[in-house]
């Protein structure tokens, strides 16, 4: 499998991105897609989570309300629409898929086999 993130920038304290994952190759064996972040001096944090199918959208309490990931079937493509931005969203941020089943959602990293490069965002005032 086979992860290619985009749609990273620089963005003002308010302001919206959309990031995009695509995946490609063995994905068959993809189960569930999630985005994580990793700030500079900081360790990765899980922020969002999709099933394959679509269903079962789950997000870390700091972007609950302000982040949408969604699945689009026909293009094998992941996105993560952020909204409402704020400085400490700043990070590069990882795509990443798991062949893992039986539970509900997946948010460590240990769980996700596949990755894709950061795309950073940057959020200024």
């Known amino acids: 499998v086979q992860l290619q993130a985009s749609g990273g920038g620089l963005v003002q304290v308010g302001g919206s991105l959309r990031l995009s994952c695509a995946a490609s190759?063995?994905?068959?064996?993809?189960?569930?897609m999630g985005w994580f972040r990793q700030a500079p001096g900081k360790e990765r944090e899980f922020v969002a989570y999709?099933?394959?199918?679509?269903?079962?959208?789950y997000y870390s309490d700091s972007v609950k309300g302000r982040f949408t990931i969604s699945r689009d079937g026909a293009k094998n493509t992941m996105n993560l629409q952020m909204n409402s931005l704020k400085f400490e969203d700043t990070a590069a941020y990882y795509c990443?898929?798991?062949?893992?089943?039986?539970?509900?959602?997946?948010?460590?990293?240990?769980?996700?086999?596949?990755w894709g490069q950061g795309t950073l965002v940057t959020v200024s005032s």
């Open positions: 990443a898929a798991t062949s893992l089943t039986g539970t509900y959602y997946h948010t460590t990293s240990q769980e996700y086999a596949y």
């Open positions: 190759g063995s994905i068959f064996s993809i189960n569930g």
């Open positions: 999709i099933s394959w199918s679509g269903r079962r959208p």
